[in-house]
């Protein structure tokens, strides 16, 4: 009704303010409820009484309602798969996988009876590729393996009957594990830089030349120990054993040693040296040694070199 002078009749409230429901609807419900009940009583009356007492007879309401519900039930039967039993006919095996495999996401597994062709259909139908060609790489960004490695991978991937999803997880997987151990070495090597900075302070690049042309003699001598060596080449231990080693190469005239440079030596290390051996009249330089006669020339370079 539209507003104006006579506006439509609230309804009737209790002392309080509460609405009450209208009379008519509430004695309607409850003569509508009456009946509900005489019926399903007139209709449990009506079975044998061993049936009367059972549980989900309690809500029927009579015969049409019994039907009904029946009916329902039926169709709901006749849309459902009955999973065939050990002894049932073969005609309703294959019925019941036709049906089976209209389901999306279903697959059927290949029994221990199953051919080659059922077992490469049942391979397919789970993202197995026909060959170890056809898996397509999704190489993460930043990632670019060995072409050798991934045509290895593809093939154990084939053998497992991995899927070209699952292979390209595993691919993933793999490129964290690399990045996660260049993260790792990169940060050993800067420990390791740290450690020798401590130790040998401004005369650490000198140090490290000299280690790195003593490992280059060391390769050059034993060239199947490469591996190894490069393997140890950024342990600080390592370095400067090698660092020791270069120096008393460098000291001996080794030939290798020679574009070492101040290596291993300030230029008050080099003065001490050439003190040390020209205060000593028995010093191997004074009798011809080549070695010391290189290294005296060494150490004169340290000093001439740094303007003193």
Avoid: C
């Avoid at 005489?38 to 449990?44: D, H, M, Q, Y």
């Avoid at 401004?202 to 042309?213: L, M």
């Avoid at 000291?251 to 020679?258: F, K, S, V």
């Avoid at 290596?263 to 009798?287: C, Q, R, W």
């Amino acid at each position: 009704m539209s507003e104006g002078i006579i506006s439509e009749p609230a309804a009737p409230t209790e002392p309080g303010g509460v609405v009450q429901e209208p009379v008519g609807q509430a004695i309607t419900q409850a003569i509508d409820d009456q009946k509900t009940s005489e019926a399903s009583k007139v209709f449990l009356d009506s079975l044998p009484e061993a049936l009367r007492g059972h549980e989900s007879l309690k809500t029927v309401k009579g015969a049409a309602d019994l039907a009904t519900q029946f009916i329902n039930q039926q169709s709901l039967i006749g849309n459902s798969l009955r999973i065939p039993g050990e002894d049932s006919a073969e005609e309703q095996r294959n019925a019941f996988y036709s049906k089976l495999s209209e389901v999306p996401g279903v697959v059927r597994l290949p029994g221990e009876d199953a051919d080659d062709s059922q077992r490469r259909e049942f391979l397919s139908k789970i993202g197995v590729p026909a060959t170890a060609n056809e898996y397509k790489l999704e190489a993460p960004e930043g990632y670019t393996p060995d072409p050798e490695y991934i045509q290895n991978a593809t093939q154990k991937a084939h053998e497992l009957n991995l899927s070209n999803k699952q292979f390209n997880e595993f691919i993933k997987m793999e490129a964290e594990a690399e990045k996660a151990a260049q993260i790792a070495q990169q940060e050993y090597i800067e420990s390791a830089k740290n450690t020798l900075k401590s130790i040998w302070s401004n005369d650490y690049d000198n140090r490290v030349a000299g280690a790195t042309n003593a490992m280059r003699v060391y390769r050059e001598e034993m060239p199947e120990f490469a591996a190894e060596l490069d393997a140890v080449s950024s342990n600080p231990l390592f370095v400067k054993i090698l660092s020791d080693l270069g120096q008393q190469l460098q000291e001996r005239g080794h030939a290798g040693m020679q574009s070492a440079g101040n290596y291993g030596l300030t230029v008050e290390d080099a003065k001490l040296k050439i003190s040390e051996i020209m205060s000593n009249p028995d010093h191997p330089y004074f009798k011809g040694d080549q070695e010391q006669i290189s290294y005296m020339l060494k150490l004169n370079e340290i000093v001439a070199g740094s303007g003193e």
